[in-house]
């Protein structure tokens, strides 16, 4: 049955279907109904406590044709009790709120028919009183229904098989007139009932924000950090959150962080956790990277660490997100490039917004795009893959997602309630963040009637950049001539010509590689490259210590790259306890 004004249980029961540990103390929403009808010289009200009157004593007649209508605003209803805007805009596209009519039938004995006509469509509903049917729910779920009528009170009973929900709505007939509002009948009350994941989520989303109280389904919640405060944990309600917390250095990983990062989620892994979520601190960037000037640094000091230990630890920490049983949503909201490309881009959800920025700029400092990038860029249609790992371009905003890298967008404005969102569901399963996130991403408005930046040239990459070797792709970019070309061109002149073919055959050789066997490939590359007298070493001065961007690579013309010397790179360990263990 299709309702002018959809119960908020509805919208959220349309959202997501959540499961619940058994037992667990939740809050029971008993709400009006907006399908309240209302007959010509006579009145309805919805009723949530059931007011009775003095005609209550003797059943009424019920039957009649009824103009249901709204006398205040009902997103200002929903904003005030703390719903947030997503869910607002759901609302408004559900429907009008402004009128509808009901027509309430006798059929038979105690049978009764109800049609609803809505701007929106037309619905019908038969019952019987006091005879459990079954009844189709917004998001397609069959539920129990059962009408009573008692005095003046008609009393609807919703009841899911499984028992993860119930509700009751009461239609109380009085007087000549009628006006519907059903949100001055709004209240929570307390009820120890298990299974009650339906109504756990509409309790946990009705914050009361203005007053700073909020109906909270788990209370108890823990922080903790590494030592330097690089990295923050936190477990509230099911849902593990990673901060990553170094705004001054664009969030950049360290080694304490990888190690921290990989240590909690396995741990969560473990636990009754159910969802994790990533973040870094800051409205710039989510995380740079990997913080190679630290490795440079140490590969510089006299018999320095060389960061064989931070970039194999870094592989295990992509190849554990990737592998994860439980949904992971990465906020890749600002700058997202190298290492923090690859503990986003494994997990199953990414996030963008329009402050989004992507890239892999890892030829422009003498090495490859690694942390996975030989496993996700070959799967980027029209070869977009090849062209961001050769060039280092950047995608931003909506981009990231039409070109695959995320999966959700959401304004930027929105973020920080999305994220409350997920956490207030409160112990979600992977579809409940699914059916958030797509929420959110429909009602976004910045992505709508978005165009991919790359769109007039997309056709040119896939045939360029589709060539076998780094030499055809220049030559076809020196043969279109155009100018768009020629920046690419001028682009990759100045790019480390062994990092020029070392990624091209990564990307080659990842396309019928797993991840695991791709991170494999890549730590043997990424360990030879850090040799001190490496393009490696040299980008990374040239680049970011330094910066006079004036890297001397060596070889510093891309004929002299042989095919003999790109292969090494690539070559097994003479001593197999060199090679990476992923576990």
């Known amino acids: 049955m299709n309702e002018a004004n959809p119960p908020i249980w509805k919208i959220c029961l349309a959202a997501s279907c959540l499961p619940k540990p058994k037992g667990s103390l939740t809050y029971l929403l008993l709400f009006c109904s907006t399908r309240s009808p209302c007959i010509p010289g006579r009145s309805a009200t919805a009723a949530l406590l059931n007011p009775r009157s003095a005609m209550a004593q003797q059943n009424v007649d019920i039957t009649g044709l009824y103009k ?68 189709k729910t917004l998001d397609g779920r069959d539920v129990n229904t059962t009408f009573t009528l008692t005095g003046n009170t008609l009393k609807q009973t919703q009841k899911d098989p499984k028992g993860d929900f119930q509700t009751t709505v009461d239609r109380d007939f009085v007087g000549d007139e009628m006006t519907t509002k ?74 304490s962080m990888v190690i921290a990062m990989h240590n909690r989620i396995q741990g969560w892994e473990r636990d009754q956790t159910k969802l994790i979520i990533c973040k870094g601190t800051g409205d710039k960037a989510f995380c ?103 060039t280092g371009n950047r995608l931003t905003g909506v981009d990231v997602k039409i070109a695959g890298i995320a999966t959700h967008f959401v304004d930027s404005s929105q973020i920080r309630q999305l994220e409350s969102d997920l956490i207030s569901v409160g112990y979600p399963s992977d579809n409940d963040v699914k059916s958030i996130l797509e929420l959110y991403d429909k009602a976004g408005e910045l992505q709508r009637n978005a165009k991919f930046s790359l769109a007039d040239n997309l056709s040119k990459i896939d045939s360029i950049f589709g060539k076998a070797t780094v030499e055809e792709i220049l030559d076809a970019l020196k043969e279109d001539g ?69 890297p001397k690579w060596n070889p510093s013309r891309l004929e002299d790259v042989s095919d003999s010397l790109v292969d090494n790179y690539f070559a097994p360990f003479e001593d197999s306890f060199q090679e990476l263990k992923l576990e």
């Open 68 to 135: 249901l209508t709204s006398s205040e605003n009902f997103d200002e209803y929903l904003k005030a009790v703390g719903v947030s805007w997503a869910l607002r805009t759901a609302v408004k596209a559900l429907g009008s709120v402004g009128s509808a009519t009901v027509e309430i039938t006798k059929i038979g004995q105690d049978e009764y028919s109800i049609k609803t006509v809505t701007s929106i469509k037309q619905a019908e509903i038969k019952f019987k009183l006091g005879q459990e049917f079954v009844e």
């Open 288 to 390: 740079a990277g990997g913080d190679v000037v630290e490795i440079y640094r140490q590969g510089k000091q006299p018999e320095g660490a060389t960061g064989n230990d931070f970039f194999a630890d870094e592989y295990r920490l992509n190849n554990r997100i990737h592998n994860l049983k439980i949904p992971y949503v990465a906020l890749i909201h600002g700058i997202t490039m190298g290492g923090g490309v690859g503990i986003s881009v494994h997990g199953k959800y990414r996030v963008a917004t329009e402050k989004s920025m992507f890239a892999m700029p890892e030829t422009a400092i003498g090495l490859i795009a690694d942390v996975g990038g030989s496993y996700f860029l070959p799967k980027l249609k029209n070869h977009l893959g090849t062209y961001l790992a050769l």
């Open 182 to 255: 059903p949100w001055r009948k709004l209240r929570l009350m307390r009820t120890k009932m298990a299974n009650m994941s339906v109504l756990r989520i509409v309790a946990s989303l009705l914050q009361k924000r203005a007053s700073c109280s909020a109906v909270q389904v788990a209370r108890a919640s823990s922080i903790s950090s590494t030592p330097s405060d690089d990295v923050r944990f936190e477990k509230n309600a099911g849902v593990g959150i990673i901060t990553l917390n170094k705004p001054r250095a664009l969030n950049a990983l360290t080694h």
């Open 482 to 550: 155009s100018e768009w070309t020629q920046k690419l061109l001028e682009t990759l002149s100045k790019m480390s010509p062994t990092s020029l073919k070392l990624v091209m055959k990564q990307l080659q050789l990842g396309k019928k590689k797993s991840l695991a066997e791709c991170l494999n490939m890549e730590y043997r590359v990424v360990s030879r490259l850090r040799q001190t007298d490496s393009d490696f070493f040299e980008g990374v001065r040239a680049k970011l210590v330094e910066k006079d961007n004036s």
